[in-house]
C-alpha cells in the first residue's frame, strides 16, 4: 500500500512545511489529467469530490449536490481508477457523503482506506444547505452531527481526517472528533464562467475565518487551519486570508481546474480559429476582454496593487484605464472586497512592510519608503492603526520571538 495513506507522515510532511514557511495547498481534482498536474505544481493534497466529476461535465460544482448520480459510488469510481492510479506519492482524500443512508458508515471507511485513500473529508455537506431544506433533512436524521460522527470514526480508524466547517460551533465539534484539518469554507467558488455571483466580500470571508481558527488556536490540539471558497479564487485573494487570518493554506476546485480550464480553452479555440487573420484575431480579443465581467474590473485593481503597491496608486486612473467611472468602480469594490480601495491599499502595504520587519534589519523608515511612504509619520499611523501597535514595537515583538 502507498505510504503516502498513513496519516502519521501526512501530518508530519504538512507540519514540517508549516514550521519552514511554506503553505499548504490542496486541490479537489475531477480527473486524473488535473490530479496530476496539480501534483506536478506543487499540490499537497488531492481530494477527490463528487463536484469535480461534475465540473468535467461543464457544470457548476453545485450540480455535486443534486441527486444525478450516487455520490460516493461516484467518487469511489474515478477516485481510484484515475486518481490514485496517476498519483502515487501524495495523499488523496476521499469526499464522503457522510449522510447517505445505503452505507454501513464503519464498513464503508475501511473500503475507503483500503482501496488506498489516505482519508476523508466531509462532502458533500449539509452545510452549505439552509432554509426549509435543511430542516426536512435533518427531521428525517439528516445533520451534519453525522459528518461529524463519521469524522471522528474514520480518526479511530487511522484515517487522516479533513473537515469542512461553516461556523465555530461545527469547528469545535470537528476537533473533538480528532479533524486533523479545519477547512474553513467560504461557500460556493466565484469566478470565471459559472462561478456563482453572490458570494461573501473577502473581508466578510476574513472575518468568518478568523472566527472560525479562534476555536481551533483555543484547543489543546494542533489542526492545521485552511480556507476554502466564496470570494478566495486568485493568488491575491489567498495572500489577503494569509495577511488577515491565520490560514496555514489553501483548498481549491473550481480555482484550480474550472476557472484556468475556461480561460485557456476559449483563449486557445479563438486562436485557431482566427488563425491567418492576426489583424482580426487581435481585434476580437479585444472585443473579448472589453466584455469582461465587472467581477474582472476588481481582479484588474487587485494585480494592480499587487504589482505597484509600492508607487501612488489613483482609483481614478485606473477606472480610465478599463474604461469605467471611478464611483461604478468604487462601488463595484468596495461590495466584493468588503472595505474601501484606501483602507485594501493600506492593509496590504502594511501587511509587506511586517514581511520585510521580519526578514531583515531595514531601517523603519526606509522600509517605509519600500512600501509606498515617502512620509514616515503617516507610515507609523497608518501602521498603528491596522496593525495595533507601532513600528518599533513590532520589530521588537518580532525580534523578541525569534531570538
Do not use: W
Not at 2 to 28: D, M, P, S
Not at 67 to 78: G, H, I, K, L
Not at 275 to 280: D, F, K, L, S, V
Not at 362 to 390: N, W
Amino acid at each position: 500500500m502507498n505510504l503516502a495513506v498513513h496519516r502519521g507522515r501526512i501530518l508530519e510532511q504538512l507540519h514540517t512545511q508549516i514550521q519552514t514557511g511554506e503553505h499548504i495547498i490542496g486541490v479537489a481534482a475531477g480527473a486524473g489529467i488535473s490530479a496530476k498536474y496539480a501534483v506536478k505544481g506543487g499540490a499537497d493534497i488531492i481530494l477527490a469530490l463528487n463536484s469535480g466529476r461534475f465540473r468535467q461535465m461543464g457544470l457548476g460544482s453545485i450540480a455535486g449536490f443534486m441527486p444525478f448520480a450516487s455520490s460516493n459510488s461516484m467518487v469511489m469510481e474515478f477516485g481510484s481508477r484515475e486518481i490514485l492510479s496517476v498519483v502515487r506519492d501524495h495523499p488523496v482524500v476521499f469526499g464522503l457523503c457522510c449522510t447517505d443512508p445505503t452505507i454501513d458508515l464503519p464498513s464503508y471507511l475501511d473500503a475507503i482506506h483500503k482501496n488506498g485513500f489516505a482519508g476523508m473529508i466531509n462532502y458533500p455537506t449539509l452545510g452549505l444547505i439552509d432554509g426549509q431544506f435543511r430542516e426536512a433533512l435533518e427531521e428525517e436524521g439528516m445533520s451534519y452531527l453525522q459528518e461529524v460522527e463519521a469524522v471522528r470514526l474514520a480518526h479511530e480508524q487511522g484515517m487522516f481526517t479533513m473537515a469542512f466547517v461553516f461556523n465555530a460551533e461545527q469547528a469545535a465539534f470537528m476537533l473533538d472528533a480528532g479533524a486533523d484539518v479545519i477547512c474553513a469554507h467560504l461557500g460556493v467558488t466565484a469566478g470565471g464562467l459559472m462561478g456563482t455571483k453572490k458570494v461573501l466580500s473577502l473581508e466578510k470571508g476574513a472575518e468568518m475565518a478568523r472566527q472560525i481558527f479562534a476555536v481551533c488556536d483555543a484547543a489543546d490540539r494542533n489542526p492545521i487551519k485552511l480556507v476554502y471558497g466564496g470570494p478566495v479564487h486568485t493568488p491575491i485573494d489567498v495572500q489577503y486570508m494569509y495577511d488577515n487570518t491565520t490560514a496555514m493554506g489553501y483548498v481549491g476546485g473550481s480555482s484550480f481546474e474550472r476557472i484556468p480550464t475556461e480561460e485557456a480553452i476559449v483563449d486557445t479555440t479563438h486562436r485557431f480559429k482566427m488563425t491567418g487573420h492576426i489583424e482580426r484575431d487581435r481585434q476580437l480579443m479585444d472585443k473579448l476582454s472589453a466584455m469582461d465581467e465587472p467581477y474582472d474590473y476588481v481582479a484588474y485593481v487587485k494585480e494592480h496593487i499587487a504589482q505597484h503597491y509600492m508607487n501612488n496608486i489613483s482609483l481614478t486612473e485606473l477606472a480610465d484605464q478599463i474604461h469605467v467611472s471611478r464611483t461604478h468602480l468604487s462601488a463595484l469594490f468596495n461590495k466584493e472586497v468588503g472595505c474601501t480601495f484606501p483602507e485594501y491599499i493600506a492593509k496590504y502595504r502594511i501587511h509587506k512592510a511586517q514581511e520585510v520587519m521580519k526578514h531583515t534589519k531595514l531601517s523603519l523608515s526606509r522600509i517605509a519608503e519600500l512600501v509606498g511612504y515617502p512620509d514616515y509619520v503617516h507610515f507609523s499611523k497608518t501602521f498603528k492603526k491596522y496593525a495595533g501597535m507601532t513600528p518599533q514595537n513590532f520589530r521588537k515583538q518580532t525580534s523578541d520571538k525569534y531570538t
